[in-house]
């Protein structure tokens, strides 16, 4: 039916839809090619004609009456002219969802995608996108659509190491607020709402002389490379991943000295091996090492990660609980003020920024490297003789 349309021709349309109980179509006579589909459960904006091969096409506007009257009108004469012009909607149509289908990417992918974009800026990232993947290992290759927050916090409360699943939580966080902001929308707001098993408080845990006498055997007679690499890190006061990731070729045996490239505060850190750490480490060093490879690796060459599964075995055989990698160089330094090294001493082994007041660090620059190698040399004398002890 042609008749010049207006809101009375529709709604007198919608009376008789109901009662015949059937649709019906009203072509509008003020717009080439604009149509309204009255049915049962709704009206629908249709533009037909030929395109520009004279076939004959048909093409979904908009919902009445959501578009009004006025709106369909521009609509429809925008499509004509797309249409008359050589385009194909539908088909573009499709190519926009089969885009969209190859665009859904897994969490992994997300979390690349972040760190090419945010967290390559970040010193940390690094470390933060092992420690995702680790805990999320379950869900680290689901496409996005299909991951909720529940899977997310269950996975994060069920991960046998809280601290690690709530700094995993920590890490994860601000790249689902960067995937769901508006016009990136890769994944729902909701995800953001997961939360860290544990409370984030400042750990304060570090192993008594007690506690030391069962641990520091246990350490020395494991081949692991988790206890070696712990060992090397009450000497050194270094970081774990610091440890974890050092590689021959910044290791100098002979100097007695272990760069550390990439460290927490941006700044290139130099370690004086004291000489049981120049011991421990000629031990391990194969004879044809590469200068790239791990000083602390898997049978297979690759980076430890079950510190969590290691750090248990050792709690078991030492018969100690409640700590956990980095209580090892809070407890060297805690150490080391025991054995009267000055604070400034202390920090720069420990290779925080400043060492003094912001006013003092502006002006006096020194990392202190001969006295900190006087004060890792007493710390690994002090754990031999704690080693020696016999265990109560």
Not at 2 to 7: A, G, W, Y
Not at 160 to 177: E, I
Not at 187 to 195: A, E, Y
Not at 285 to 301: C, I, M, N, Q, Y
């Amino acid at each position: 039916m042609t008749v010049k349309l207006t809101e009375t021709a529709i709604a007198a349309a919608a009376k008789r839809v109901a009662v015949a109980g059937k649709g019906e179509e009203l072509i509008d006579a003020a717009t080439a090619g604009l149509r309204l589909r009255v049915m049962l459960r709704g009206k629908q904006w249709v533009w037909a004609g030929r395109d520009s091969a004279g076939s004959m096409r048909r093409f979904a506007l908009g919902e009445y009456p959501a578009m009004g009257i006025g709106d369909a009108r521009t609509a429809a004469t925008r499509m004509r002219a797309e249409v008359k012009g050589g385009a194909d909607p539908a088909a573009e149509a499709r190519r926009k969802k089969a885009a969209a289908k190859e665009t859904v990417v897994t969490l992994g992918q997300l979390v690349g995608l972040y760190g090419a974009k945010v967290g390559d800026k970040l010193k940390s990232w690094p470390e933060y996108r092992r420690s995702i993947r680790q805990v999320l290992t379950a869900l680290i290759d689901r496409p996005l659509p299909g991951i909720h927050v529940i899977d997310l916090q269950s996975t994060l409360d069920g991960w046998p190491a809280p601290h690690s699943a709530s700094a995993a939580a920590r890490y994860l966080r601000p790249v689902l607020k960067w995937a769901s902001a508006p016009g990136r929308a890769y994944v729902d707001m909701s995800l953001t709402n997961i939360r860290a098993p544990v409370s984030g408080q400042r750990r304060k845990r570090f192993l008594s002389r007690e506690e030391l006498v069962r641990v520091l055997p246990v350490l020395a007679g494991s081949a692991s490379p988790y206890a070696l690499c712990m060992r090397l890190m009450l000497m050194t006061l270094a970081r774990r991943d610091e440890a974890a990731f050092a590689r021959w070729r910044d290791v100098d045996l002979e100097a007695a000295r272990w760069l550390i490239p990439v460290t927490k505060n941006g700044q290139l850190h130099e370690v004086p091996l004291p000489r049981q750490a120049v011991e421990l480490l000629r031990s391990i060093r194969p004879h044809d090492a590469k200068p790239e490879a791990l000083v602390f690796a898997t049978s297979t060459g690759g980076h430890i990660a079950n510190w969590h599964r290691e750090t248990v075995a050792i709690h078991k055989l030492s018969v100690t609980t409640g700590w956990h990698r980095h209580d090892l160089r809070r407890t060297g330094a805690t150490m080391l003020g025991e054995l009267g090294e000055a604070p400034h001493i202390i920090e720069a082994a420990l290779n925080h920024v400043s060492l003094h007041s912001q006013l003092a660090a502006t002006y006096n620059r020194s990392r202190y490297r001969t006295e900190v190698a006087a004060a890792l040399q007493r710390l690994a004398d002090d754990l031999d003789s704690i080693s020696t002890m016999k265990g109560k």
